[in-house]
């Protein structure tokens, strides 16, 4: 058990529509990493939230978008579905760049 | 060129052989490496760090060659507990995005 947790852990969407993914973070931590894993790929990085500020953020386009709140719990979103972005969404927090800890993720389908 | 490259696999090799996986990786600003392990739609876990000087954990030994830009894995006395998939993984300096392979299968067969 990591302690990160991810809701909901499956969810079936219709293209255009838009999803919101959450996680809770390890105690302690105050850095959240959301990932993208494609069946048959290795995740590809999402972007990165610090102290509720984005800081870092990888080739995604403008509507996967994410919060982090005080507690550093954490949301992605994704506006305008389409049918590749069905995926494992994975969320990982850790205490600024130091080891991260993976929860078990939310299998996304887009029909 | 993919910035992590792994082989293609699949590994299916019998209880009690030895297997190595390889990698590449094409950022020579690298400065961290590992190796996570990750069962099938599940999260990924680490297995363990890659040091220049090589490192071993029980059955486990990676090795690093920053010359060659090279990451290597070997399991002696495959268990059918290590069937999994291998991510070859690799950060910058002090870096907060971990750059994955698309890993490698491993079946342990009876």
């Known amino acids: 058990e990591t302690g990160v947790t991810q809701s909901p852990t499956h969810l079936i969407k219709t293209r255009g529509q838009q999803v919101t993914l959450r996680c809770s973070s390890q105690?302690?931590?105050?850095?959240v990493s959301w990932y993208q894993q494609a069946l048959g790929q290795g995740p590809q990085f999402i972007f990165q939230?610090?102290?509720?500020?984005?800081?870092g953020r990888g080739n995604f386009p403008p509507r996967f978008s994410g919060l982090q709140f005080p507690n550093y719990s954490s949301e992605l979103n994704v506006n305008a579905l389409e049918l590749d972005d069905s995926a494992l969404y994975l969320c990982a927090s850790s205490l600024g760049s130091e080891k991260l800890f993976f929860g078990s993720g939310t299998q996304l389908s887009v029909l | 060129r993919k910035e992590v490259e792994q082989d293609p696999g699949p590994f299916n090799v019998p209880e009690g052989a030895t297997v190595a996986f390889n990698c590449t990786y094409s950022n020579s600003a690298s400065q961290s490496f590992f190796w996570y392990r990750q069962d099938c739609r599940k999260e990924p876990k680490l297995l363990m760090s890659v040091y220049s000087s090589g490192n071993e954990d029980g059955r486990f030994t990676a090795q690093l060659n920053r010359a060659s830009q090279y990451i290597s894995l070997l399991i002696r006395d495959s268990k059918l507990s290590d069937s999994a998939t291998y991510l070859c993984?690799?950060?910058?300096?002090?870096?907060?995005?971990?750059?994955f392979g698309k890993g490698t299968k491993l079946s342990v067969i009876p």
């Open positions: 939230y610090y102290r509720e500020e984005e800081n």
């Open positions: 105690s302690g931590h105050n850095t």
């Open positions: 993984v690799v950060s910058g300096a002090g870096s907060y995005q971990l750059t």
